[in-house]
Structures are given as structure tokens and as C-alpha cells.
């Protein structure tokens, strides 16, 4: 167990979810819970956690409620695994997490032996970042200001970590009108290399015109530019995964909307123009211009509506 933590039992509820999972991997348990690892399991976190933040995004408490005891299934599984090759239990992730929230709180618990507290929540997250920092020094690891940052997130979610981290330390344009004047200028600075790379690989009088054109160029003049609107959407304080992500499913929700529409007119998609198409869009568009957030909720109530008629 984790030294400095009294050891408390675990509620019954919580006890009988660890039992169930021991039970599920026992000799006489199940066979497809029996053969996972931690590697085969790899996926199945994934895909859980995406599907909580699918509801969440739903706004659906009752589902929320599952998926959160779905990831926290994955949690069980990881450490019955653990606790059988006799590396670590559930118990010691317990112990390991409320140990870590008290030495990052100091503010909170007094732990800290501070002369000032923070006061909003920017100091907090700063606060957050130096006892990391001192925590891997004191593990012996690397000190970069960038060191956390998972390789596994999502691309654009890690661009907007990236950024954040060596922002807290002062790696960064100001944050006040010139600043945001200079970060759309460099989204515009990026943009106007990508035409160039463009031109450059269709000017190329080596290539031939029947081959694709160099992409290797263009894949990093893109990437520039999705890296700078990334640090555009820090500025302007959106996340944009979850941007991104409301993006998708606005126009998931209007395409459903577009096949509606072409089915109440007995025709196929791919039989109508483009004209046709964007007529179609652009009536869509204004069935749900309402909330974002209300976006999804109207598209399901509209094509049920329309399924019935």
C-alpha cells in the first residue's frame, strides 16, 4: 500500500464490482475475460472513453451514468490483471490517487507550506504544472517543459497540450489584441506557403503530369497550418477537438437531413446535381439553426418526424 494513507475498506458496492471481476477472471470464469491483457484491453479504454464524451456531448445523464461505469470496468479489468501477476491491486490505485490529488492541492489540504494561494484558476493550473515538474525531477526524469504531453492523443488534442505546456512557460504571444492579431497572421503566413508548395510541385517540370503530385511538402506546410489554427483556437480559449468534434456532427446531422429530404422526393443522392445537393444543404442548414448543442436533438426529432410521415 501506498505509505503516508490510513487504509479504509471500500464501500460494498465497490468491493462486490472488485469480486465480480476476480470472479470473471477466475480458472472457472469467463474465457474471453480470462485471455485479455493489458495490451488486448488497449482498444476497449478507447473506445469507452470516446463513448463518454459522445454522451456527454448529448447530454444524456442517464447514459452518462453507463459509460462512466463502462471506462470504470476498464479500470477494474487493468488492475485484476495487475493484482494476479502480483505488480499492483486496485487498492494501491486508490491509495496512489488520493495521495497525488493531496500532494497537487496544497491550497486545499495545507500540505504545501505556501506563503500565498492561488486565487483563480489559471494560478492553480500553474501551481499544478510545478509540482509535476518536481515530481519527475525527483523520479529522475526528463525535466522538458513538454514531458506528459501522451504521443497516443488524438493529433489535434496533443497540438493544443503542446502548445499549452510551453505557453506556461512563457513560450507564447501576448495575450491581448496584438497577439491574436499576430496568430491570425501567422495562419494566413502558413496558408500562403501551402499555395506555394502547391505551385511549386505543379510547376515541377520533372514530374510527370499523369503521377500524383509531391505530397511530402504540402503534408508539412498542412500540418503548419492545422498546428497554427490549433494555437487560434487557444487563444480564443476553444478546445479544439471538442470544435472540431461540434463541427462533425453538425454536419453528420445535416447530411442525415439531406438523405431525408431526397427520400421525401423518391430520389437517390447520387441522382441529384450539385445544385440540387446544395439546395438541399442550405435547407437544412436552416431547419437546424439552432444551439449547437441542440443540433443533434433536432436532426433525430426531424428525421423521425419525416420517417412518419
Keep these: 500500500m501506498t505509505a503516508g494513507l490510513q487504509t479504509t475498506p471500500m464501500s460494498e458496492r465497490f ?26 484491453l488497449k482498444p476497449y479504454l478507447l473506445e469507452e472513453t470516446y463513448e463518454v464524451l459522445e454522451t456527454i456531448d448529448q447530454q444524456d445523464p442517464v447514459k452518462l451514468r453507463e459509460e462512466l461505469g463502462d471506462v470504470l470496468l476498464q479500470v477494474l479489468f487493468h488492475s485484476q490483471i495487475a493484482a494476479e501477476a502480483g505488480t499492483f491491486t486496485v487498492e494501491d490505485v486508490l491509495d ?53 504531453v501522451p504521443k497516443t492523443l488524438p493529433a489535434l488534442l496533443r497540438a493544443y497540450q503542446t502548445q499549452a505546456r510551453a505557453a506556461r512557460v512563457g513560450f507564447d504571444w501576448p495575450h491581448n489584441a496584438t497577439g491574436l492579431e499576430q496568430v491570425f497572421g501567422k495562419v494566413a503566413e502558413e496558408i500562403d506557403e501551402l499555395r506555394e508548395a502547391v505551385a511549386q510541385s505543379q510547376s515541377d517540370p520533372a514530374s510527370d503530369a499523369s503521377q500524383p503530385i509531391r505530397c511530402e511538402p504540402i503534408e508539412a506546410e498542412l500540418g503548419d497550418i492545422l498546428f497554427s489554427l ?57 431547419r437546424l439553426s439552432g444551439r449547437p448543442n441542440d443540433a443533434r436533438g433536432q436532426a433525430q426529432a426531424s428525421l423521425k418526424k419525416d420517417a412518419s410521415t
Design 15 to 40: 468491493t462486490k464490482l472488485v469480486e465480480l471481476m476476480a470472479t470473471l477472471r477466475a480458472p472457472n470464469g469467463c474465457p474471453w475475460d480470462r485471455k485479455q491483457t493489458h495490451e488486448s
Design 96 to 148: 496512489i490517487l488520493a495521495t497525488k490529488l493531496i500532494r497537487r492541492h496544497p491550497h486545499v489540504f495545507g500540505n504545501g507550506g505556501q506563503t500565498t494561494q492561488p486565487t483563480n484558476g489559471e494560478q492553480v493550473l500553474s501551481q499544478w504544472e510545478q509540482i509535476k515538474r518536481a515530481e519527475r525531477e525527483a523520479a529522475g526524469g526528463a525535466q522538458s517543459a513538454l514531458e506528459g
Design 230 to 286: 490549433v494555437n487560434l483556437a487557444r487563444f480564443l480559449k476553444v478546445n479544439p477537438e471538442e470544435a472540431l468534434r461540434g463541427s462533425t456532427n453538425r454536419f453528420i446531422d445535416r447530411f442525415h437531413l439531406v438523405e431525408a429530404q431526397a427520400t421525401e422526393q423518391g430520389r437517390a443522392l447520387t441522382d441529384l446535381t450539385l445544385a440540387e445537393m446544395d439546395a438541399l444543404w442550405d435547407e437544412a442548414k436552416q
